[in-house]
């Protein structure tokens, strides 16, 4: 009874912190785990093995290979080209929001934020309008596309690793199709609305060239890195350690590569998100110890309780409820604590749709307010520094019909499909 009452007392505080200090997450992270680990909830063994060390690798081999590509300066060029190919404003901020989207599927969303802000003030300030709905269509897009491969978010990388799943079962699993197409047909509903937005802005495009691209070297890693992950995926079928181990591998190669060339490192150690790293691995040792005292079993079965068994009935609240509390709470503690009971209500036939509307949901939830995802403070925190404070009304403005498009859209494809 003491360590049930325990993991749920630290649990909760630690989620509560998460809130108020979204900036510094890993802090009460680090230090709720050490507190259980002090109360002996949880011992040294079981917390090490509770983190997930191939999801770690590929995320921390991701860091390093993205912040070489920013530093490349190709996604600049890419987006210069963009818009200086379309012809109106409107065509020019889609593309820069399909740009952003593209990106993400290999790299951090806020790193893919940092990169195509500049282009997106630079250009609205030629045409003469707000940046204010542009930028923010890029965080909600770019925080929208992170979920379709097993690279492009940690909310990915974690589902991969609870269920095994390869780079190549992003796109088929089990015979069916996955994640990859039920994430790019709730795109597809969203740039309608982005589109509603934007049709407004009929002013003619007329931006000059100047980005240039600095190396073609980290293009050419990150390109035979996903190569990699897919022929890993008929090496290591359980997802146990490969892909972490490539991940990292082409990281260290890169680093060294960058060392050579340019000879910063702590220029660049210095620009990874180490915040989510510690952050990371604190939530994996909190989830696991409410799974080992039985709190996940309960809450499961609150919610069988609920639906009285219907299918429908759990998909439309897991759905629902990840797409509300994702608007305020970070979707990686969430769909860490919540992968167990999805598994749970969906038994053996049905948990593989739970679990995908569960990552989707709490994924494109977060772009609803403007605190629901890192890149959308980030965004905002951009927008004031160059004289655009963005209200909350503001931003749910464009982020509440995007999310209920998207998830709408991905969510009846899916259970079409797996339901």
């Known amino acids: 009874m003491f360590a049930k009452a325990v993991s749920l007392g630290v649990f909760v505080l630690a989620y509560t912190f998460f809130v108020i200090f979204p900036h510094r997450r890993s802090v009460p992270a680090v230090i709720c785990a050490g507190v259980l680990l002090a109360c002996m909830v949880i011992t040294p063994v079981q917390a090490f093995e509770a983190v997930n060390w191939n999801v770690m690798g590929i995320f921390f081999g991701m860091l390093v290979l993205a912040e070489l590509l920013m530093k490349s300066n190709m996604p600049a060029v890419l987006a210069e080209i963009l818009v200086q190919k379309s012809r109106k404003a409107w065509v020019a901020m889609l593309w820069i929001c399909v740009l952003s989207s593209a990106i993400s599927i290999f790299a951090e969303n806020v790193a893919t934020v940092l990169l195509i802000a500049p282009i997106a003030i630079e250009t609205a300030r030629k045409l003469k309008i707000s940046p204010v709905m542009l930028l923010i269509g890029v965080a909600i897009s770019s925080n929208l ?47 309608v609305v982005l589109y509603l937005f934007y049709r407004k802005n009929q002013q003619t495009i007329d931006v000059e060239r100047h980005e240039e691209l600095k190396s073609w070297v980290p293009s050419i890693f990150m390109v035979t890195l996903i190569l990699a992950l897919i022929f890993s995926s008929f090496i290591d079928k359980e997802f146990v350690w490969l892909a972490g181990t490539i991940c990292m591998v082409w990281a260290a190669v890169a680093f060294v590569w960058y060392m050579v060339k340019h000879g910063e490192p702590k220029k660049l150690l210095s620009a990874f998100d180490w915040d989510t790293t510690f952050f990371l691995i604190g939530v994996f040792v909190l989830v696991e110890t409410m799974t080992m005292v039985g709190w996940i079993d309960s809450i499961t079965e609150g919610i069988r309780a609920i639906t009285g068994g219907s299918l429908a009935a759990k998909f439309f609240i897991l759905v629902s409820l990840s797409v509300l509390v994702s608007a305020f709470v970070d979707n990686v503690p969430y769909l860490i604590a919540m992968i167990p009971v999805a598994r749970s209500l969906g038994g053996d036939e049905y948990q593989v749709l739970l679990l995908f509307g569960l990552l989707i949901a709490s994924c494109i939830g977060g772009n609803i307010t403007p605190i629901g995802a890192s890149a959308n403070i980030v965004t905002t925190g951009y927008l004031r520094r160059h004289g655009y404070p963005v209200k909350f009304g503001t931003f749910m403005k464009l982020g509440i019909p995007f999310t209920v498009a998207a998830t709408a859209a991905a969510s009846l494809f899916l259970w079409l499909v797996w339901g």
């Open 145 to 191: 596309q992170g979920t379709a491969t097993l690279i492009g978010d940690p909310p990915s990388m974690i589902l991969a690793g609870y269920q095994k799943m390869t780079f190549n079962d992003f796109f088929v699993y089990q015979g069916k199709l996955s994640i990859f197409f039920f994430v790019e047909v709730g795109a597809l509903a969203s740039l």
